[in-house]
């Protein structure tokens, strides 16, 4: 038998306090801070008494002074003596603002399963701004396929209906015969679709390390008990989770900053870190949201090579991109977007040299090429 009075208010606030004074974010935190209140109310009439004065003190104790409880105590105190014993043997590596990622060298992308991404007659309406009107285009494994256009063409947009963040008004969105236009984000991430965004989103407080692991969560999990009672399933899922970070931020030449804060990282940087991020769980599409942008030559070789790695392994890519030489250098398959419809499609050689897009896209009158081409001829 329960009766509804033990669920007073004095209860409810002494498992507030214990959650707060040992640490929420953490399972042993949360056992501490109840130990701690157990025991106290166990062995101390007083404590009974004032329970509701005790438990307050532990609130503001835990809430104001020590912040994230005596667990994000004893974390902090780790991190420190982590911090002095590296800096006591030179091996301190500070993020300076303009550091750029490691040569990719021989670091191994591993195998990939890579899905086709078929996109068929997809429509999107904003109100009244019509966005995209009826565009299709395939994404196979092992190539690159190219989106590309003005802004404000709907590149983004293509995305974010293929990711699940907008539902489609029309068409179908398809993943090796699985429809996606009706899913939500975490199912089309659960269905092997991985993506960067154009402004990176990492939260505060947040290590390298840990950002890229997070990208295996969605294919790569174990139950909630396993994470409580840190089973051998759990273990096991957590090295191989270890494991394959260790080996993408290898990739994209990010070791050394591992265990730096990833918000501390240049803009160009974060933009590697979310590759790595999203090329952990081995996705069966990566979709690339002008992830070129804001690097450097050295970066921009480097990402060149880590996309290249990723198509001989089996990868499907779809980059979005406005650096034209990249995508020329990259894409096996081109698609230019014009006011939210399909203005031209083919291989680079195909988009390069197609008026309309050299016109409306870069800018370039098509007649000047050919005055310029036949006065070299003259000379």
């Given at each position: 038998?329960?009766?509804?009075?033990?669920?007073?208010?004095?209860?409810?606030?002494?498992?507030?306090?214990?959650?707060?004074?040992?640490?929420?974010?953490?399972?042993?935190?949360?056992?501490?801070?109840?130990?701690?209140?157990?025991?106290?109310?166990?062995?101390?009439?007083?404590?009974?008494?004032?329970?509701?004065?005790?438990?307050?003190?532990?609130?503001?104790?835990?809430?104001?002074?020590?912040?994230?409880?005596?667990?994000?105590?004893?974390?902090?105190?780790?991190?420190?003596?982590?911090?002095?014993?590296?800096?006591?043997?030179?091996?301190?590596?500070?993020?300076?603002?303009?550091?750029?990622?490691?040569?990719?060298?021989?670091?191994?992308?591993?195998?990939?399963?890579?899905?086709?991404?078929?996109?068929?007659?997809?429509?999107?309406?904003?109100?009244?701004?019509?966005?995209?009107?009826?565009?299709?285009?395939?994404?196979?494994?092992?190539?690159?396929?190219?989106?590309?256009?003005?802004?404000?063409?709907?590149?983004?947009?293509?995305?974010?209906?293929?990711?699940?963040?907008?539902?489609?008004?029309?068409?179908?969105?398809?993943?090796?015969?699985?429809?996606?236009?009706?899913?939500?984000?975490?199912?089309?991430?659960?269905?092997?679709?991985?993506?960067?965004?154009?402004?990176?989103?990492?939260?505060?407080?947040?290590?390298?390390?840990?950002?890229?692991?997070?990208?295996?969560?969605?294919?790569?999990?174990?139950?909630?008990?396993?994470?409580?009672?840190?089973?051998?399933?759990?273990?096991?899922?957590?090295?191989?989770?270890?494991?394959?970070?260790?080996?993408?931020?290898?990739?994209?030449?990010?070791?050394?900053?591992?265990?730096?804060?990833?918000?501390?990282?240049?803009?160009?940087?974060?933009?590697?870190?979310?590759?790595?991020r999203s090329l952990v769980s081995h996705p069966g599409v990566l979709l690339l949201d002008e992830v070129a942008s804001g690097?450097?030559?050295?970066?921009?070789?480097?990402?060149?090579?880590?996309?290249?790695?990723?198509?001989?392994?089996?990868?499907?890519?779809?980059?979005?991109?406005?650096?034209?030489?990249?995508?020329?250098?990259?894409?096996?398959?081109?698609?230019?977007?014009?006011?939210?419809?399909?203005?031209?499609?083919?291989?680079?050689?195909?988009?390069?040299?197609?008026?309309?897009?050299?016109?409306?896209?870069?800018?370039?009158?098509?007649?000047?090429?050919?005055?310029?081409?036949?006065?070299?001829?003259?000379?």
């Amino acid at each position: 038998y329960i009766s509804p009075e033990a669920f007073s208010f004095s209860f409810a606030t002494t498992v507030l306090a214990a959650s707060v004074l040992g640490g929420s974010g953490s399972v042993y935190g949360a056992v501490i801070g109840a130990a701690i209140l157990q025991f106290g109310l166990n062995q101390s009439r007083d404590f009974q008494e004032y329970a509701l004065v005790f438990t307050g003190a532990f609130l503001i104790v835990g809430g104001v002074f020590l912040t994230g409880g005596l667990a994000g105590v004893f974390r902090g105190l780790i991190a420190r003596l982590d911090a002095a014993a590296a800096k006591s043997a030179g091996t301190s590596s500070p993020v300076p603002t303009d550091a750029v990622a490691a040569p990719v060298a021989s670091a191994d992308v591993g195998s990939f399963t890579g899905k086709t991404l078929t996109v068929t007659d997809v429509s999107k309406s904003f109100g009244g701004n019509k966005a995209l009107k009826s565009v299709s285009l395939s994404a196979a494994p092992g190539r690159v396929t190219a989106l590309i256009g003005p802004n404000g063409s709907g590149k983004t947009t293509l995305l974010n209906m293929v990711c699940g963040f907008y539902r489609t008004d029309a068409g179908v969105i398809d993943l090796d015969g699985k429809q996606l236009q009706t899913l939500s984000p975490d199912a089309v991430a659960r269905a092997g679709v991985a993506r960067t965004f154009q402004t990176p989103h990492i939260p505060e407080g947040v290590t390298v390390f840990d950002a890229v692991v997070s990208g295996r969560y969605m294919s790569h999990r174990a139950s909630i008990l396993d994470a409580v009672i840190r089973s051998p399933r759990f273990r096991r899922v957590r090295a191989a989770d270890r494991a394959e970070a260790e080996a993408m931020l290898e990739l994209v030449g990010l070791s050394r900053f591992r265990d730096a804060e990833a918000t501390s990282l240049p803009l160009g940087m974060r933009r590697l870190l979310e590759v790595a991020r999203s090329l952990v769980s081995h996705p069966g599409v990566l979709l690339l949201d002008e992830v070129a942008s804001g690097l450097d030559e050295h970066d921009v070789d480097l990402l060149s090579t880590v996309i290249r790695k990723v198509t001989a392994a089996g990868g499907t890519v779809v980059l979005v991109e406005h650096n034209f030489q990249l995508v020329l250098s990259l894409a096996d398959e081109i698609v230019v977007l014009a006011h939210g419809e399909v203005m031209a499609k083919g291989t680079p050689a195909e988009i390069e040299s197609n008026p309309r897009v050299l016109s409306e896209y870069l800018g370039v009158d098509p007649d000047d090429l050919v005055d310029e081409a036949g006065t070299e001829s003259g000379r």
